[in-house]
């Protein structure tokens, strides 16, 4: 019965994001429940992908990602696939009409990752957009419900919003992406000699992209709005505590919100939506 094993699938997709990220999980369940299945399937896709590039190096990588591009497209066209994280995916990328554009966007920038070290401005720009614009614009396309205009209305704020959320995982784990896998995302950077200046300017470049995307995350449906809210809490409390950090640190250690402090800010993301103080 295919019944059955979608549900099997959306729940294989559930159990990866909370097995991978205890903030997303949380975020998720803060959403209204209609929405909390597609989200875990549109993640169990991404952290797959990323997976390979980032975590399978004694394999072929580039094949491996070749394959699952081509799974992916496959699962699409058929509407099932024996891989239950694709096929959950393509479930609610049929579902709610995610542009095709997009996912194979988001697969490109994966590939950056096998082959580039160091970014230029323009290539830093393209993987961000990749990496997690189009992401946010894939979980958009859920939240307005086949609502064209509301898409096309907030589309600049979701990828706002992903941008930033990007940006600062760079931050967060420039000690694993420089010194383990060489890879340098921001550009005309010299992290030998990172200095407060630098960090200051990439800085106000995040705050721009979190201050547009708040102003999204008040025009979202009231279905969605709390989910994305706490998932921008969360990362305005690491963003802060980030700046807290000195530059020369950024590069020895990665910087965490323990649990206890996430339930926290939870419950006051809950308490201030529900206050309507956004």
Same mark, same amino acid.
Not at 157 to 170: E, H
Not at 193 to 206: A, M, R, V, W
């Given at each position: 019965?295919?019944?059955?094993?979608?549900?099997?699938?959306?729940?294989?997709?559930?159990?990866?994001?909370?097995?991978?990220?205890?903030?997303?999980?949380?975020?998720?369940?803060?959403?209204?429940?209609?929405?909390?299945?597609?989200? =875990?399937?549109?993640? #169990?896709? *991404?952290? !797959?992908?990323?997976?390979?590039?980032?975590? @399978?190096?004694?394999?072929? /990588? &580039?094949?491996?990602?070749?394959?699952?591009?081509?799974?992916?497209?496959?699962?699409?066209?058929?509407?099932?696939?024996?891989?239950?994280?694709?096929?959950?995916?393509?479930?609610?990328?049929?579902?709610?009409?995610?542009?095709?554009?997009?996912?194979?966007?988001?697969?490109?920038?994966?590939?950056?990752?096998?082959?580039?070290?160091?970014?230029?401005?323009?290539?830093?720009?393209?993987?961000?957009?990749?990496?997690?614009?189009?992401?946010?614009?894939?979980?958009?396309?859920?939240?307005?419900?086949?609502?064209?205009?509301?898409?096309?209305?907030?589309?600049?704020?979701?990828?706002?919003?992903?941008?930033?959320?990007?940006?600062?995982?760079?931050?967060?784990?420039?000690?694993?992406? =420089?010194?383990?896998? #060489?890879? *340098?995302? !921001?550009?005309?950077?010299?992290?030998?000699? @990172?200095?407060?200046?630098? /960090? &200051?300017?990439?800085?106000?470049?995040?705050?721009?992209?979190?201050?547009?995307?708040?102003?999204?995350?008040?025009?979202?449906?009231?279905?969605?709005?709390?989910?994305?809210?706490?998932?921008?809490?969360?990362?305005?409390?690491?963003?802060?505590?980030?700046?807290?950090?000195?530059?020369?640190?950024?590069?020895?250690?990665?910087?965490?919100?323990?649990?206890?402090?996430?339930?926290?800010?939870?419950?006051?993301?809950?308490?201030?939506?529900?206050?309507?103080?956004?």
């Amino acid at each position: 019965m295919k019944a059955l094993y979608d549900r099997v699938s959306i729940k294989s997709s559930k159990m990866v994001t909370q097995q991978y990220s205890t903030s997303f999980s949380l975020g998720i369940k803060f959403l209204n429940k209609e929405f909390q299945d597609p989200i =875990y399937s549109i993640y #169990g896709f *991404v952290r !797959f992908a990323d997976e390979i590039v980032d975590s @399978f190096h004694d394999y072929n /990588k &580039q094949e491996m990602l070749t394959e699952f591009w081509n799974e992916t497209h496959l699962a699409l066209k058929r509407g099932i696939s024996i891989n239950p994280i694709l096929n959950s995916f393509q479930w609610v990328v049929n579902k709610y009409k995610i542009d095709i554009d997009l996912i194979d966007t988001f697969l490109r920038s994966m590939e950056m990752d096998l082959n580039k070290k160091e970014y230029t401005e323009e290539g830093y720009k393209e993987y961000i957009l990749g990496s997690a614009e189009v992401v946010g614009l894939m979980c958009l396309k859920v939240f307005v419900q086949g609502n064209e205009k509301m898409y096309s209305d907030l589309t600049p704020y979701a990828m706002s919003l992903g941008s930033a959320f990007q940006k600062i995982n760079f931050l967060r784990d420039l000690k694993a992406d =420089y010194k383990v896998m #060489g890879r *340098v995302y !921001f550009p005309n950077v010299d992290f030998e000699n @990172f200095s407060p200046e630098t /960090k &200051q300017q990439i800085e106000d470049d995040i705050a721009l992209d979190f201050d547009m995307g708040l102003v999204g995350i008040k025009k979202l449906p009231t279905k969605a709005r709390l989910g994305v809210y706490v998932a921008y809490i969360y990362y305005r409390s690491l963003f802060n505590k980030i700046k807290n950090t000195p530059a020369t640190h950024i590069l020895e250690e990665r910087i965490r919100i323990p649990n206890g402090q996430k339930v926290a800010l939870f419950a006051t993301s809950y308490v201030r939506n529900s206050l309507n103080m956004l």
